[in-house]
């Protein structure tokens, strides 16, 4: 009981990273999964939606949502931007669109500095989940509670659009087959920027919500590609209840795995990934098809 | 199969992913239609003597050559350290286009080794052993065996499962450098390493100049080691596993066995990348061996064309002279231009850098598009 009591906030704190990195991985394997688009500036895009959304936020709710609005909004603009520039690479296979979307996020990482600085900008919550909550007799962050919740809705929203309506299925179908797609009277480009505008506005929207618990600074836009990266491989490209199971992993091994064994936490996000990837493909060779598997969603 | 469409007199046959035979009978014929039609006299010479694929081959390497044997001259002390770093980093790059271009192994982890061969000369040079050659040959020995071992675990993997099982040993090397202090000095980085000399009773390297000679020197000879290689029979098996690995299988080749080779040597490589870019930089830290710096290096062989020993050196050349040169009069907006080369790169220079030479010559890209699977 008393190691249980211990670990309690780590762990609780780690379902809320982990939430928070799914709803920024969720875009990543989208575009990824779908779309064959390995976007680096994936994690511009969050950035941008948090240093937009820090500017907004005052500490009343009208500007909290407004700042929410906002991020999304400029998430859905720069996936814009990447539609556009990706189009004529699409049948240039992975790197090309690798090197346009380095290129990307250099020059836009380049101009969220020049802009907002070299500091990390905090946001204003509002007052009231600005305090703190007990659960279980362990004093807890009121607004990390509230994010819990928010996020649980936004993954099954996602998993309900993605799987149970026309414009989802669409998408899947996209996966599979994009001449099909195409054949049944859907312009391949038409889907190819929907799916980038939904990936950017998801981008800028986790970057918005989750900007109280990863604050955009100089090292977000890395440190969210690199995680992002790490989910949606361990949960499998396309997959996003892979992604939501991967996410929450990787949330608890940054913060209980840490509470833990500080000792051996460096190495445990990467260790453990090389021997899920080692593992999996020892398993299942047959599966190594590609990077398009579709949305098992 | 590859290997009648590749004619052998062609010396740029293993830099062209497309069918090469057709590109070198399309340039040949349009170099002496402009030829012709240039009139007589010492420009049909110098076209007709373009024309041949051979020459028209050598022209960048020739170019290369002599600007960096001249650049020194007219260049100040940062400048020449610059081209030095270029160079070291360069050497990385081949490495990386072993292992991307020619294996069809895309790494994000090839800072790994050279991060290794970097603080084996660390060590070494802190410790009193100052000699140029020995410390290139125990950094590429250690490197190779690190590589050894990581690659018994890499190189199951395949695709995007490569890339990110390069990527997590790439960090988790970083992490462990970090970590280790006793050895590596932590996260500062282990600073204060003397310079070396060449070899035992040269003068130590105590200017930049001469430290630049020293490492144009170096890999000038591993790139030519590398390219003499890469054109060998060795070449084609490893194009070959590329391309067709499932008939090469087939055919009884241990195709595992050659992609864990080509891991073990590019490691090395990468690893005399390393021991250069100490002797340049006398500094080692966790840094060199970051995320950013491998997918830095990956970007450079793709800007400089997959296949390509010496488009990987260019390529790596034009991304330190963006970052830190060009950029010098705009402090802090290196990754702005470097972006921006990057993303007017891929528009404008679909084959590479290396894919360029001489286009007036051919055939404009825009008649023979590459489609989809072909």
């Known amino acids: 009981m008393g190691a249980i009591n211990a670990h309690f906030v780590p762990a609780l704190d780690g379902v809320a990273y982990g939430l928070l990195l799914f ?13 064959g688009v390995l976007n680096i500036a994936h994690g511009t895009l969050f950035a941008l939606g948090g240093y937009l959304a820090a500017t907004v936020s005052n500490g009343s709710w009208a500007s909290a949502f407004l700042g929410l609005a906002v991020a999304t909004v400029g998430g859905t603009l720069g ?76 993954a099954l929203a996602g998993t309900y659009v993605l799987g149970r309506t026309r414009a989802g299925s669409l998408l899947r179908a996209a996966a599979d087959d994009r001449d099909m797609v195409g054949a049944m009277g859907y312009a391949p480009w038409r889907v190819h920027a929907a799916l980038c505008g939904a990936a950017g506005a998801l981008a800028g929207l986790a970057g918005g919500l989750g900007a109280p618990i990863i604050g955009p600074g100089p090292d977000t836009a890395d440190k969210v590609l690199m995680l992002s990266m790490v989910v949606i491989v361990l ?53 190594s098809a590609g990077a398009a598997v579709g949305a098992h969603a | ?41 010492s420009g049909s010479a110098v076209a007709t003597l373009l024309a041949s694929p051979r020459v028209r081959a050598g022209v960048p390497s020739v170019v290369l050559a002599a600007f960096l044997l001249i650049a020194p001259s007219s260049f100040d002390g940062y400048g020449i350290s610059l081209l030095s770093k270029a160079l070291a980093l360069g050497v990385l790059a081949v490495s990386v286009s072993v292992l991307a271009g020619y294996s069809g192994l895309p790494t994000m982890g090839q800072a790994a080794p050279f991060l290794v061969g970097a603080y084996t000369a660390g060590v070494l040079g802190t410790h009193g052993h100052t000699i140029g050659v020995v410390q290139l040959l125990c950094g590429t020995l250690v ?59 040269m003068a130590t390297l105590n200017s930049d ?58 490691g090395a490589l990468a690893g005399f990348g390393g021991v250069l870019m100490c002797t ?19 970007l450079a062989v793709v800007l400089g064309g997959a296949t390509s020993p010496l488009g990987a050196l260019l390529g790596a050349g034009l991304i330190v002279a963006t970052r830190d040169w060009l950029a ?47």
């Open chain 2, 1 to 41: 199969m590859t290997a009648p469409t590749v004619p052998t007199d062609s010396p740029d046959s293993p830099d062209s992913a497309d069918p090469a035979g057709s590109n070198v009978s399309e340039a040949t014929a349009s170099g002496s239609g402009s030829g012709s039609g240039s009139g007589s006299g």
């Open chain 2, 143 to 201: 490197a190779a065996a690190f590589a050894a071992a990581t690659g018994l675990v890499a190189i199951r993997t395949r695709g995007v499962a490569f890339l990110m099982t390069t990527l997590a040993l790439g960090e988790l090397t970083v992490t462990a450098a970090g970590e280790w202090r006793s050895l590596t000095g932590g996260t500062d980085g282990m600073y204060g390493i003397p310079p070396v000399q060449p070899l035992p009773g």
């Open chain 1, 235 to 287: 949960g499998k490209p396309g997959s996003v209840v892979g992604a939501f199971l991967a996410a929450i992993a990787v949330g608890e091994i940054e913060t209980l795995g840490v509470s833990i064994s500080s000792n051996w936490a460096p190495y445990l996000l990467f260790g453990l990934m090389t021997v899920a990837l080692v593992v999996r493909t020892f398993r299942g060779s047959s599966a």
């Open chain 1, 79 to 154: 996936g814009a931007v990447l539609a556009a520039g990706t189009l004529p690479l699409a049948d240039r296979g992975h790197l090309p669109q690798a090197l346009l979307t380095f290129g990307l996020s250099l020059v836009g990482g380049d101009i969220l500095s020049t802009v907002y600085g070299g500091d990390q900008h905090p946001v204003v919550i509002p007052n009231s989940v600005n305090g703190t909550v007990h659960i279980f007799g362990h004093v807890y962050p009121t607004y990390r509670l509230m994010f819990i919740v928010v996020a649980s809705v936004l």
């Open chain 2, 209 to 266: 100049r001469n430290v630049y000679w020293y490492v144009l020197g170096a890999t000038t000879v591993i790139v030519a080691i590398v390219w003499r290689v890469l054109r060998s029979p060795v070449g084609k098996l490893l194009l070959a596993c590329r391309d067709h690995e499932a008939r090469m299988r087939s055919a009884g080749h241990p195709v595992t066995r050659y992609q864990w080779l080509a891991y073990v040597a590019a």
């Open chain 2, 280 to 298: 340049v930089n006398q500094y080692v830290s966790p840094d060199d061996g970051s995320f950013s710096n491998s997918a830095l290096v990956l």
């Open chain 2, 328 to 374: 010098g009069p705009f402090p802090g907006h290196g990754p702005l231009l470097l972006g921006l080369m990057f993303i007017i790169a891929v528009y404008a220079f679909p084959d590479g850098v290396a894919g360029i030479r001489f286009q007036a010559l051919r055939v404009p890209r825009v008649l023979k598009r590459r489609g989809g699977s072909a």
């Open chain 1, 23 to 35: 709803v920024a991985a969720a875009g990543l394997t989208l575009l990824f999964g779908i779309g």
